[in-house]
């Protein structure tokens, strides 16, 4: 027993040192040592999710420098494959971006064509309909709702991406319907208040993915490099007025005041006959 707990460690440190050997040579710019770390990672039986994906996509991102576009598309697609959602990073170089992106649209693609050739008739009477406010104010919840008219309940979520213009990067927010059949149900999702604050006008893109439970997109609105768009006027989040504060400063500038008023009047007040009848006798 301890043999084996022995050897299935030590499997795990080898995958774990081919992998960052792997991301080691990518960084020192030694491409082909890149890729065939990579490689083993990917291929070792018993290798975590989240390693399976680093590895492809480390393979794919080597092999898209190495101008090796058809064996990089490849890679990429066993990523799209683990992980539907995965995003290369904003700072990523744009010769290897030329590759992914087209791979990643067109893998899209096939995926829809293939999911709504299954779903058939359900996905037939699916529709959506996105609701955007004209404009937004900076400070205040911006509000995009979805309209679902979903009778088979194919829908499993509704993912709204967000990013202010000139941004690379995309926040995300996730609305789950978990395949709840309805002839009309409606969804909102707000970008908070908090974001949306600016002392100037901009414009907020985003795009939004209403998804089956395969994390196949079943309609879209936009997409990552052809985002929609909302123009945000400046403004900042409202803030109530501290009412207790204000009340304990009008409250001690009063009494200031009116001692300020008292105490002359006392101390200059003239002391006549009258005063020292109050202290007795003559």
Not at 2 to 27: H, I, M, P, T, Y
Not at 180 to 195: F, K, N, Y
Not at 261 to 278: K, S, W, Y
Request: with cysteine.
């Amino acid at each position: 027993m301890k043999a084996l707990v022995v050897l299935l460690l030590a499997c795990g440190v080898a995958r774990a040192d081919a992998l960052d050997e792997a991301q080691s040579r990518f960084k020192e710019l030694e491409y082909e040592a890149a890729l065939k770390a990579a490689r083993v990672a990917a291929g070792e039986k018993g290798a975590t999710h989240e390693q399976q994906v680093k590895a492809h996509a480390l393979a794919g991102e080597a092999l898209a420098v190495l101008d090796r576009k058809d064996e990089a598309v490849a890679e990429f697609e066993a990523v799209f494959a683990l992980a539907p959602d995965f995003e290369l990073p904003a700072e990523t170089s744009p010769r290897i971006l030329l590759v992914f992106r087209p791979a990643r649209a067109r893998w899209q693609v096939e995926q829809e064509q293939k999911l709504a050739m299954t779903l058939g008739a359900g996905f037939a009477l699916l529709k959506v309909d996105l609701r955007l406010p004209t404009q937004g104010k900076g400070g205040s919840a911006l509000p995009v709702g979805v309209e679902l008219r979903d009778p088979e309940g194919l829908v499993d979520a509704i993912v709204l991406s967000y990013r202010r213009e000139g941004q690379h990067a995309y926040s995300t927010l996730t609305a789950a319907v978990r395949g709840a059949s309805a002839q009309r149900r409606e969804v909102e999702l707000e970008i908070p208040g908090a974001v949306t604050a600016s002392r100037e006008d901009y414009l907020m893109e985003l795009h939004v993915d209403v998804r089956h439970r395969s994390g196949v997109s079943l309609r879209r609105f936009g997409d990552a490099e052809h985002p929609l768009s909302v123009r945000v006027r400046g403004g900042q989040p409202w803030t109530p007025k501290r009412v207790v504060a204000q009340w304990w400063l009008w409250t001690g500038i009063a009494a200031v005041a009116a001692v300020a008023i008292a105490v002359p009047i006392v101390v200059t007040r003239p002391v006549g006959p009258q005063h020292l009848e109050l202290g007795g006798a003559p």
